[in-house]
């Protein structure tokens, strides 16, 4: 598939000019998504609207905190992201290590880190074209994937505390 997602401004988020492959029932798409494209052929182009709920969810403010500046690297930057079980030592214990947190703002005293998803809160409207179908092969299947994982952001090994960058919207899918 191919697609144009925007945000309900029509504000391009994100293009898939290159076909990509998903696992029907896997984990590469949202459930709405893969959903609505089980009702598709090869060839058709399907326009869907999901609402913040049918995507990432709301924004959830509780998954936002405010940690000590002096916890991190001098060179933390804003957009950096941590796995929750690799936070720095004396972050909050009420932080949930089952998340990513992006340092969103860095200031003198503190960091603000957001577990919320980058669109968490936001609408979505796809524009998709299916252009090719196969089967599934038995690895495929047995891992939920064809490896594309459009929407799944992969935590970083959690045996190291090494920050990495979050992909950019032009690097969503």
Not at 16 to 33: K, T, W
Not at 96 to 104: G, K, M
Not at 141 to 153: E, K, L, P, Q, T
């Amino acid at each position: 598939l191919t697609w144009v997602m925007k945000d309900l401004q029509d504000e391009v988020l994100d293009v898939l000019d290159e076909p990509v492959e998903f696992l029907v029932g896997g984990d590469d798409l949202l459930a709405s998504i893969d959903a609505a494209l089980l009702q598709h052929k090869v060839g058709d182009t399907v326009r869907l609207h999901l609402e913040p709920e049918q995507a990432f969810g709301d924004y959830d403010e509780q998954k936002v905190f405010l940690e000590p500046r002096s916890l991190f690297p001098a060179e933390l930057e804003a957009g950096m992201a941590f796995d929750g079980h690799a936070l720095p030592a004396g972050c909050s214990s009420a932080i949930p290590p089952d998340a990513l947190y992006i340092a969103t703002d860095i200031y003198p005293e503190h960091v603000v880190l957001d577990g919320n998803h980058p669109l968490a809160g936001i609408g979505l409207n796809l524009h998709i074209t299916i252009h090719t179908v196969r089967a599934a092969t038995v690895d495929e299947v047995g891992r939920g994937s064809v490896g594309a994982g459009f929407f799944r952001i992969d935590l970083p090994d959690t045996d190291s505390a090494n920050t990495s960058e979050l992909p950019g919207n032009e690097t969503l899918h």
